[in-house]
């Protein structure tokens, strides 16, 4: 077996790949080991999910949503108690408890007048273009492999296809710097809907293949409705764009076999 990205022998592998990390609460959609080698999935983790999960705006989303780390802490966000003090907000998930860090004048503050207004971030500072758009270019390519990782042959295609070489080596290397990509949001974060037990749920991640009449593969992810496109086959997004005026608009997550979702 070879790695997907790296294209080196990835026999003696030990660990499985998340499409989606782990920290945007993914837990069931893995590749096994050796489709992607313990050196590239390590490299992922380091270079490029986290950069993207630690990006203020992602940071945000994740604090607001309480939505945990792998370790089971939900990033912190920077805010103001105002007038003008600086401050730190934890969640604890375990203790159901909200903790405020602030220097001692602002605990002087709150004494003095019985509390005070804190103010939280809402829409943040989004991760670089890079960095985003190298870490759709991974977990595209790893949606490809999932869809394949019981067809050994399958595999072997997506790691020898030449045509996947470009995308493979902006998620590994960065080159080349500029991947455009689509970003829009597609329904509010907070949105709810039933599933077929009756319960009440929320989407927190979910991601698709599109194939165009172009012959182009593009990857689609929507994180809390936040919905992001990427072109696997080249550095450019037009065909994504006349796809959506073609139909409307519609994600594709929610168009032709999606549409009963």
Request: with cysteine.
């Amino acid at each position: 077996m070879r790695c997907l990205f790296c294209k080196k022998d990835s026999s003696a592998s030990k660990s499985v790949e998340h499409v989606i990390p782990e920290s945007l609460g993914n837990t069931t959609q893995l590749l096994r080991p050796g489709i992607v080698c313990d050196g590239c999935n390590n490299y992922f983790s380091r270079e490029i999910e986290k950069p993207f999960l630690e990006a203020p705006a992602i940071a945000a989303l994740r604090f607001h949503q309480s939505l945990p780390s792998k370790r089971g802490r939900v990033p912190p966000v920077r805010g103001v108690l105002a007038p003008e003090f600086p401050a730190t907000v934890y969640k604890d998930l375990k203790a159901s408890l909200t903790v405020l860090h602030v220097e001692p004048k602002a605990v002087q503050h709150l004494f003095r007048n019985s509390g005070g207004t804190l103010w939280l971030p809402g829409s943040e500072h989004p991760p670089p273009d890079l960095v985003v758009s190298r870490f759709l270019a991974k977990a595209g390519l790893e949606a490809m492999a999932q869809r394949l990782q019981q067809f050994p042959e399958g595999l072997a295609y997506l790691a020898d296809e030449p045509q996947l070489d470009s995308v493979r080596r902006h998620a590994r290397e960065g080159y080349p710097k500029s991947w455009p990509y689509h970003i829009r949001r597609i329904y509010d974060p907070d949105r709810h809907f039933t599933d077929n037990a009756g319960k009440e749920v929320q989407t927190i991640h979910e991601y698709d293949l599109l194939h165009t009449n172009s012959n182009e593969w593009y990857f689609v992810v929507a994180i809390f409705g936040l919905e992001l496109a990427i072109n696997l086959g080249g550095p450019e997004i037009e065909g994504y764009h006349l796809w959506l005026r073609t139909h409307g608009d519609i994600s594709p997550l929610y168009h032709g076999r999606n549409s009963a979702l």
